[in-house]
């Protein structure tokens, strides 16, 4: 059911009728590649084998046959950041047309590099137990997750109205894992500990879906 009404939600896209005058297409096709150009963009990224879902609300620089975007990376959802308190991430991306960015075709391809570094921490209190001294102590842990991606792909950018648009990507690359995490104990500083680990580069893949605006 969820994937007809998909389906036809994309063919009203393809076969509604462009609401606005062609001479306005024209001059703001032909603006764009001429001078600098802004936009707003909030993308959503699953990254595939882990599933994980961010969104980024960027800001959209667009110049000749390239479109750039940076912007502030947040989790949605993943059994190991939900729970965290502080979230730290950046994205940019650039995009390049072939055909240069044009407002006058519906469809309009592009190829694509993404970056971006995310920097999750955790924190939690719980009681450990020492069995010399018959007690427990509070122990303060800290968890924190360096995570960092390079992807490169293509997607299709589908003008809908004077200047929205909605853009889907996939992308293959590396990706770059590392944690740490920190036990301290004030009582008892023998409890307390660092223990750290890395992850080799491996290869990773994630779809995006995003709906933005160029001015």
Do not use: W
């Not at 609401?19 to 764009?32: F, G, H, I, R």
């Not at 599933?51 to 912007?71: H, Q, Y």
């Not at 308190?85 to 390049?96: D, E, M, N, P």
């Not at 719980?126 to 968890?143: A, E, G, I, K």
Request: hydrophobic residues 35%; contains cysteine; proline residues 5%.
């Amino acid at each position: 059911m969820k994937s007809r009404i998909f389906q036809t939600f994309i063919l009203l896209i393809l076969l509604t009728p462009k609401v606005y005058p062609q001479n306005e297409l024209t001059d703001k096709a032909s603006d764009v590649p001429k001078v600098v150009n802004f936009g707003i963009n909030l993308s959503y990224t699953a990254l595939l084998p882990t599933r994980v879902i961010a969104a980024t609300p960027g800001l959209v620089l667009n110049l000749n046959k390239f479109s750039f975007l940076i912007g502030p990376r947040t989790y949605l959802s993943n059994n190991t950041f939900d729970k965290s308190k502080h979230l730290r991430g950046i994205q940019v991306s650039c995009k390049f047309f072939p055909n240069g960015i044009t407002y006058e075709k519906r469809f309009n391809f592009y190829f694509l590099y993404d970056l971006a570094y995310s920097k999750i921490v955790t924190e939690s209190d719980h009681q450990v137990y020492y069995h010399p001294d018959l007690q427990h102590y509070m122990s303060n842990d800290t968890y924190t997750i360096n995570y960092t991606t390079n992807f490169i792909g293509y997607g299709f950018q589908l003008n809908i109205i004077k200047g929205f648009y909605i853009n889907q990507s996939l992308q293959l690359g590396i990706a770059h894992y590392s944690d740490k995490l920190e036990i301290v104990v004030p009582d008892k500083s023998i409890l307390s500990e660092e223990v750290s680990s890395s992850q080799e580069p491996a290869f990773d893949g994630m779809i995006r879906l995003g709906l933005g605006y160029n001015f």
